[in-house]
Every structure is written in structure tokens, then in C-alpha cells.
């Protein structure tokens, strides 16, 4: 088996009876402002040939930086037969389908299926409301040679089901960051620096603990990060170490690898990785020296390739929606009947969230569930967003607004008080399908004897726990530690004071915790 990297959380797996392209991403995504690192653009003829006829297609999830609506229907055979994961909707099927693919295998969450020879896969998914409604995976493959797992950026909650398909041999995982938080936020620069180390050091903890559990025999640090080079975002980019951004690239991670006695391997997009019972056996696409300088000089690799894309990035742009005089009212229409529909979600929020484009200025009022333009009364939350983008996204009737609009990292955000996940749910379920869900999940919060495993208890040192963190549901059986009196759910690095189950990063969260004696 050989798991040929082609850039970020992409990766071409070949065994001796079939190949899976997964994920491939090759156009900057979220209008311009993500591009794969190291770039990808510049693949051999004979490689490509390869990933554009590939047995089967497998995309773990629907964000632009994995699922390139652009690029597939022109390079991806469409006679490739999809392995599609096992979410409760059906809309990365949809999507599929609108772009000509036509052949599906619909999996089950967790179950191995025979391919061809000796080759089987499994796709682990994740459907949190926190991972979009439409939901996230991870996928396996295993033949005689070997077994892959690719977890992407998959927040896997259930590390003992991905495991529990045999040793590992290697395990590409996510360790970088990809969200907006906290760099859209205004803050003084040494309160920024705090929040991005804590934030770094939590995606390097959660990477771990996966590593850790997962026990591969090597560890690809792959699904990141991402570069930006719009100008107006250039500063992301982490070069020299000192720029606030949650952006480091896998030299920084393989050096975690390292101290902690794992086995490492840096890929850029040509690197194979061929894998034997007895052997790993590694091939980059260029010279030592020439990979070396993708990263020593990093700023000079990030001009060159800018000045490449530059135009296509500001063609864009250029395209992005002009003011209409209807907006306020397209977004009434449809979001007031969204709100309606969710009161469990709309008490969650409890507060007014105000839209600001500069000219126009929306308000959403969460209590009294209406959109009108705001009045200049008191607020929880605002985002500042140019309003063509704003207009784009509405016209485009888009559904999940942390995909195709807040993950551009084009706006600026305030709260008045602690993260509200709430907030953010409502902006990745604008349709009804997708409401649907985020409400049941609110109503599943606010009523705890609706919960599963929420309601059930664990021992973790000393302390009787409830077993899921109050944060994000991750279960602490696996995510869980006692550090010098308190809990730390490792999956985001959220702390809890053990005597008291008060939460230290965030206000108004809780934990049920007591003494096991």
C-alpha cells in the first residue's frame, strides 16, 4: 500500500487492487482566502494523471478546503464510484450528484466493507451540530500490506472504533489550525498572544492524544495549515514564529512528534509513502535541499507563490455580489421562519446579534426571533462583515455560513460575554433541514434525561465525572485529565476546577464532578 500526499487533507491511496483520491483541493478556497501549502499546482503530469482516475472518490466532509466544487467536475473521472459517508443528510450526496457523479457506496458509520482483493475501508463520521450538520469523517483503509488511517480534520470522539480495526501502520491527522478564532477578535495584542498560544497548544494536545491512542507506527501531520495570499491576510501566515495567528505549519508539530517518541513523516503534496509489513519507505517529489528551503525560507516560497495567484485571487474578489436594496428583507424572509422554528436555540443565544456592513447594519433579535435593521440598541454580539460578501452569500442562499462565508476570516467579531456556541449553530443551519437538527440538539442540551451518554459517569483519577464536557459533548473517558486540581478536557483544552466543577476558560458552564471516596 502508498498513501501519496496531494496537498493538505488530501491524499491519493493505492493498493494493489485499487486507488481512493480523497479529498483533493486544489483552488483557493472561501472566496480566495485559503490556499494549500506547500502549494500543489505543480504536480507531475504522471501524478495527476492518476488522481483524476482514481476506483473511488471519498470527501470526508463538505468544507471548501476538502470538498473543490470548482475543480472536480473538470479533473475527477466521473465514472469513480464514491464512498460516501453515513451522515444523516444527504447533502454532500446532492452536491455530488449536481457535479456528475452518479455511482455511490453508502457506508455505515463504522462498519468495514470489502473493495476489491484485500483491500477494505471504514468511515468513522462525526455529526455533532459543532461539526456543521452535514457532518465530518474519517476514513480507513487496510489490505494485506498495510492499513491508513486518515482522519483529516475529523474531531473523532471514538478513537477505540478507529483503532478497532487493527495496527496502524499510518495515521495523517489534522494539528493546525483551521478556524477564525481568535485572530477576527478585538483584542490588545498581549491578550491575543495569550489566546493564540492557549489555542496552538490545545489543536497540538488534541493531535496527541489521537496520536497517542491511535499508536501508528508513523504520524503524517497533514489537513494544514492553510496559507493566505490575499495581502489582506498575508499576516496570518506564520514565518517567523511571532505572528499572531493559530497557523504553524508541521515543522512545528514533527517537533512534538519527536520529543514525545513518535515517528514523524513531512509531506508535502508528491510525497509517497509506500508501506510494508517490515519497512516504511518514503520519496519526496524534490531534493532534500529544495524541501528544506520550503520552510527555512518560507516568506520567499510564499512571494513567489503569491505573485502566481495574486490575479486569480483578485479576479475573485471582483466578483463578489454589489449592494442590493433588498437584503434586509431577503434575510427576513428567511431567517425569521428559521428562528421560529428554533426557540430551544434562540434561548440558548439570548441575546440581539448585530450584522455590521458598514452602510447597513442588521439586527438579529434571538428572544423575540426577528431580523430588521438595527436601531442602535444594546447587543451581545456583532460581526463586521463587507457587505458584498454578505450580499454573495444571500444570494447564493448559502446554508452554512461558517463554510462559505466566517471561514474566509474576512470579518471582525465582538461578544460582550463568554463564547456562544449557540451563535455560531445558527449560522451553520440556514435551511430547514439543517434547523431541524441544531433544534433537537439545543432541546437535547436543555433537557439532560434526552442525553445518552451525557447522563453517565466515569472515573478519572480521584473524581467521579459526568462523562461528556459541557463544552462541545467530547467524551472524557478519552479527553479527560486531572492536572494539579482540575479537569482539562484535552479535545479543546477547556478546564474545570475539580472541588467546585466551575469551568476556568468560560463563564456559566459547569461540570458534574465528586470525590470517588
Request: glycine content about 6%; overall charge negative.
Amino acid at each position: 500500500m502508498k498513501a501519496t500526499s496531494i496537498g493538505h487533507a488530501g491524499i491519493l491511496i493505492e493498493t494493489a487492487d485499487v486507488s481512493i483520491v480523497c479529498d483533493p483541493w486544489f483552488i483557493p478556497a472561501f472566496h480566495g482566502s485559503w490556499c494549500v501549502f506547500p502549494r500543489n499546482d505543480q504536480l507531475s503530469d504522471e501524478l495527476m494523471a492518476r488522481i483524476e482516475s482514481p476506483d473511488y472518490l471519498y470527501i470526508s466532509h463538505i468544507h471548501g478546503d476538502h470538498f473543490d466544487e470548482r475543480w472536480l467536475p473538470d479533473h475527477v473521472n466521473r465514472s469513480a464510484t464514491v464512498l460516501l459517508p453515513g451522515f444523516p443528510t444527504r447533502e454532500l450526496e446532492d452536491r455530488l450528484r449536481t457535479i456528475g457523479f452518479r455511482n455511490f457506496v453508502h457506508t455505515v458509520d463504522g462498519q468495514e466493507i470489502d473493495l476489491l482483493g484485500s483491500t477494505r475501508a471504514a468511515i468513522h463520521c462525526e455529526t455533532s451540530i459543532t461539526d456543521g450538520p452535514g457532518g465530518d469523517s474519517a476514513l480507513v483503509v487496510s489490505d494485506a500490506s498495510g492499513r491508513v488511517v486518515n482522519q483529516n480534520d475529523c474531531r473523532t470522539h471514538d478513537l477505540a472504533a478507529l483503532a478497532s480495526h487493527g495496527p496502524i501502520d499510518l495515521h495523517w491527522v489534522q494539528y493546525s489550525g483551521a478556524i477564525w478564532y481568535p485572530m477576527v477578535y478585538d483584542e490588545p495584542d498581549d491578550v491575543m498572544r495569550e489566546l493564540i498560544d492557549a489555542k496552538v497548544d490545545s489543536q497540538f494536545s488534541r493531535a496527541m492524544r489521537y496520536v497517542e491512542v491511535l499508536d501508528a507506527r508513523a504520524v503524517v501531520p497533514s489537513a494544514g495549515p492553510p496559507v493566505f495570499l490575499d495581502p489582506d491576510l498575508f499576516g496570518l501566515n506564520i514565518i517567523t514564529g511571532d505572528e499572531l495567528s493559530i497557523f504553524p505549519d508541521q515543522r512545528s508539530f514533527m517537533d512534538r512528534l519527536a520529543d514525545a517518541g513518535h515517528t514523524g513523516i513531512l509531506a508535502i503534496p508528491g510525497t509517497c509513502i509506500e508501506v510494508a509489513p517490515d519497512r516504511i519507505d518514503v520519496t519526496h517529489p524534490c531534493s532534500a535541499p529544495e524541501l528544506s528551503a520550503i520552510f527555512e525560507d518560507k516568506e520567499a516560497y510564499l512571494r513567489t507563490y503569491q505573485s502566481d495567484w495574486l490575479p486569480f485571487i483578485e479576479d475573485q474578489k471582483s466578483q463578489w455580489a454589489q449592494p442590493t436594496d433588498s437584503l434586509t428583507d431577503e434575510l427576513k424572509s428567511w431567517w425569521e421562519p428559521l428562528l421560529a422554528s428554533a426557540p430551544n436555540l434562540r434561548k440558548g443565544v439570548g441575546d440581539i446579534c448585530v450584522i455590521d456592513m458598514g452602510d447597513l447594519k442588521v439586527a438579529i433579535d434571538f428572544p423575540n426571533g426577528t431580523v430588521s435593521e438595527w436601531d442602535g440598541c444594546e447587543h451581545g454580539f456583532r460581526f463586521t462583515i463587507d457587505r458584498r460578501l454578505v450580499e454573495t452569500v444571500a444570494a447564493e442562499r448559502a446554508v452554512d455560513w461558517s463554510n462559505s462565508l466566517f471561514l474566509s476570516c474576512r470579518f471582525s467579531a465582538w461578544r460582550r460575554g463568554p463564547f456562544n456556541e449557540y451563535v455560531y449553530n445558527f449560522f451553520k443551519s440556514l435551511s430547514e433541514a439543517r434547523m431541524a437538527r441544531t433544534e433537537a440538539e439545543a432541546l437535547r442540551k436543555a433537557d439532560p434525561d434526552r442525553g445518552g451518554i451525557a447522563n453517565e459517569e466515569i472515573q478519572i483519577g480521584d473524581w467521579i465525572v459526568q462523562r461528556t464536557c459541557p463544552h462541545r459533548d467530547a467524551d472524557l473517558a478519552v479527553f479527560g485529565e486531572i492536572d494539579d486540581g482540575e479537569l482539562v478536557c484535552t479535545l479543546h483544552g477547556w478546564r474545570f476546577d475539580c472541588n467546585t466543577g466551575r469551568c476556568l476558560t468560560a463563564e456559566e458552564q459547569t461540570l458534574r464532578i465528586r470525590p470517588a471516596t
